[in-house]
């Protein structure tokens, strides 16, 4: 399968503790991006990679989350010190330039306990 | 700031029948395009249709098709001859093309349930 793929699809954690999600787009996608889904919401920008630089951040993103991109290749999105309200379906998606259209994987379900 | 309103939280509507879900769009720009996005119960975001705003035809992909009034800034899907597995979320998305906003803005969402 050569789709956009998520890992771990289902992560259950405890408050306080730190979660890291794992996000491998199609094969020469230069554009990379994050998105967070909550119950009954559509999907909020968190933050876009371009090749390997980190091109714009939402506030949406605070200090205790940090997203990397290294070699341009798959990327990672880490939650510290996790809280109840990070609790969402986290999405990550690609495309191979400026089209629009974005490939999303399935997604990574954060549960924080 | 780009906004999408989806004004239908949920829908209904018999199998093989059509059914249209609404979505209004705001912004400045003149470049611009527009998206539906299906969601099944199993999360994965499913790209359905693309409409430009040069774009002077309405998009259509099989059964679907996209009513584009560009100075009613309303983009609605409208899906023919709907099946059972047509039940899902459904997202309107809008991207800005000019500029330096390369993201995809979504709307709420509307529930569409396909009875038999």
């Known amino acids: 399968d050569t789709g956009v793929s998520q890992d771990p699809r289902h992560k259950i954690t405890k408050r306080g503790q730190n979660v890291t999600f794992r996000c491998d787009p199609i094969s020469e996608h230069n554009r990379l991006y994050w998105y967070r889904q909550t119950l009954g919401q559509g999907p909020e920008f968190l933050t876009y990679?371009?090749?390997?630089?980190?091109?714009?951040k939402s506030r949406l993103l605070s200090d205790r989350f940090s997203a990397e991109r290294p070699k341009g290749s798959f990327s990672t999105l880490e939650i510290q010190r996790t809280e109840q309200g990070d609790s969402a379906m986290y999405l990550c998606?690609?495309?191979?330039?400026?089209?629009?259209?974005?490939?999303f994987g399935e997604g990574s379900r954060l549960t924080v306990l | 700031a780009q906004k999408i309103t989806q004004t239908q939280p949920g829908m209904f509507v018999q199998e093989k029948e059509a059914v249209t879900l609404d979505c209004t769009y705001d912004?400045?720009?003149?470049?611009?395009?527009l998206f539906w996005y299906k969601q099944p119960s199993s999360g994965e975001m499913i790209f359905l249709i693309y409409?430009?705003?040069?774009?002077?035809q309405n998009a259509t992909e099989g059964r679907y098709s996209l009513n584009f009034q560009k100075a009613r800034k309303s983009a609605n899907l409208v899906i023919s001859a709907s099946q059972l597995g047509d039940s899902a979320m459904y997202f309107c998305a809008m991207f800005n093309s000019g500029g330096s906003n390369y993201k995809l803005t979504f709307g709420k969402g509307t529930l569409l349930t396909v009875n038999p």
């Open positions: 912004t400045s720009d003149q470049s611009y395009g």
């Open positions: 409409q430009g705003s040069y774009d002077e």
């Open positions: 998606a690609s495309t191979p330039g400026v089209t629009g259209e974005l490939f």
């Open positions: 990679f371009q090749n390997e630089a980190q091109l714009e």
